[in-house]
C-alpha cells in the first residue's frame, strides 16, 4: 500500500530505539525524510544508518539532544524546520507510588510527556497549516484509557496531554491537519524490559517471569512486535488519512475490556 507520503519531511522524536525507531523505519519505507532525535549518539547512529541502508534515496539526519529540553527542541527544529509529519515521543516517567513524589518529580513527567509535545506542535502546527497537509502522531500509553497504578505520574502527564489534544485536533483538521495518539499497550523494547525488572523486583520474581506472564494474560497470547506499531503510525500519516483526527488509538492486543 503506497500512503502517498514520499519525499515529505518527517520529525520523529526519540528515535534510535523502540517505538520511536519502529514509526521512522516505517515512515522511511514509505519515502518520507526522517530526521530522528535521541540523546544518546551511538544507538541514534547505528538506527539511522539502518535506514539509509533500506532506503538509500531518502534524506536520514539526526539531532542528539534532550527533547525535553528548550535546547534539545530548538536543534531538532533547526534540523527539520518545517516538518510535515510530527512524531511526539519521549521515554516515559518512572514507576512508583505517589507517596514518594515531589513536586519536582511531576514537573519532570509535564514536561516530558505533556508539554514538550505541545511545545513541538505549537512550533510545527501553523506551517503545516499554511502548506495544507499535516500530520501528528502523539505517542501516549495504554495508561490514559486504563490507569497503570505503578504509572501515576505517566496517568497523569500523558492525561493532560490527551486533553489538550482533544481541543486542538478539531481546529486544525480543516486544513488538512490531524493530530492523533497511539496508545501503546506491552510491546517488546527496553522500557518494557526496564518497567518490568522493577515489578519483579518488587514481586521477587524475574523480568523475564512478569513478561511471560503479561504475554499469557494478554488476549493476543504474546506483546507486541514494534513494527506492527510503526505501520499504524504511517497508515495515520498517510496522505488518505486526513479524515482521521483527535483519536486515541489503542495497540494492546485487546487487552482493554471494554466495548468501546
Ligand atoms: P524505549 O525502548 O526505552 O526507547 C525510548 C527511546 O526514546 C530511545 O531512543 C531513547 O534514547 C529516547 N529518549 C528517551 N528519552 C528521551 C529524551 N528526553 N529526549 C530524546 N530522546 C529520548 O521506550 P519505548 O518502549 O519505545 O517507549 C516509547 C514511549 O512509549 C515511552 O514514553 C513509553 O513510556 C511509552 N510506552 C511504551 C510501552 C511499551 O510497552 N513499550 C507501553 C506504554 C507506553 P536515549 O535514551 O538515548 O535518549
Known amino acids: 500500500m503506497d500512503l502517498g507520503i514520499s519525499g515529505r519531511n518527517a ?19 514509505e519515502g518520507v525524510n526522517v530526521t530522528l532525535t535521541a540523546r544518546g549518539e551511538e544507538a541514534l547512529a547505528r538506527t539511522a544508518d539502518e535506514i539509509r541502508k533500506a532506503n538509500p534515496k531518502i534524506d536520514v539526519k539526526i539531532v542528539a539532544g534532550d527533547i525535553i529540553t ?9 534540523a ?8 511526539n515521543n519521549a521515554g516515559g516517567p518512572p514507576p512508583g507510588d505517589f507517596r514518594n513524589w515531589t513536586r519536582d518529580d511531576w514537573i519532570k513527567a509535564i514536561d516530558a510527556n505533556m508539554l514538550t509535545p505541545i511545545e513541538l506542535i505549537k512550533a510545527t502546527v501553523d506551517g503545516m ?25 505517566s496517568n497523569g502527564a500523558r492525561a493532560g496531554l490527551t486533553g489538550f489534544v482533544a481541543g486542538l485536533s478539531r481546529k486544525t483538521v480543516r486544513d488538512n491537519v490531524t493530530i492523533n495518539a497511539l496508545l501503546p499497550g506491552p510491546f517488546d523494547t527496553d522500557r518494557i524490559r526496564t518497567v518490568s525488572a522493577n515489578q519483579a523486583k518488587a514481586a521477587g520474581t524475574t523480568a ?22 510503526g ?20 495497540l494492546d492486543g485487546g487487552a482493554f475490556p471494554g466495548t468501546l
Not at 236 to 248: D, E, P, V, Y
Open 80 to 87: 527539520c524546520p518545517n516538518p510535515d509529519i510530527l512524531i
Open 208 to 229: 523475564e517471569e512478569i513478561l511471560k506472564k503479561r504475554a499469557a494474560e494478554n488476549p493476543a497470547g504474546r506483546i507486541g512486535d514494534p513494527e506492527e506499531f
Open 11 to 29: 520529525l520523529v522524536c526519540a528515535a534510535s530505539k523502540g517505538l520511536g525507531r519502529a514509526c521512522a523505519i516505517a515512515l522511511a519505507a
Open 70 to 78: 528548550q535546547a534539545g527542541r530548538e536543534a531538532a527544529l533547526a
Open 129 to 153: 497549516i499554511a502548506r495544507k497537509f499535516g500530520r501528528i502522531v502523539n505517542i501516549t500509553s495504554a495508561a490514559v484509557k486504563a490507569p497503570i497504578d505503578v504509572l501515576g505520574l
Open 231 to 250: 505501520l499504524a503510525c504511517a497508515f495515520l500519516c498517510g496522505a488518505k488519512s486526513g479524515f482521521i483526527t483527535g483519536q486515541n488509538i489503542l
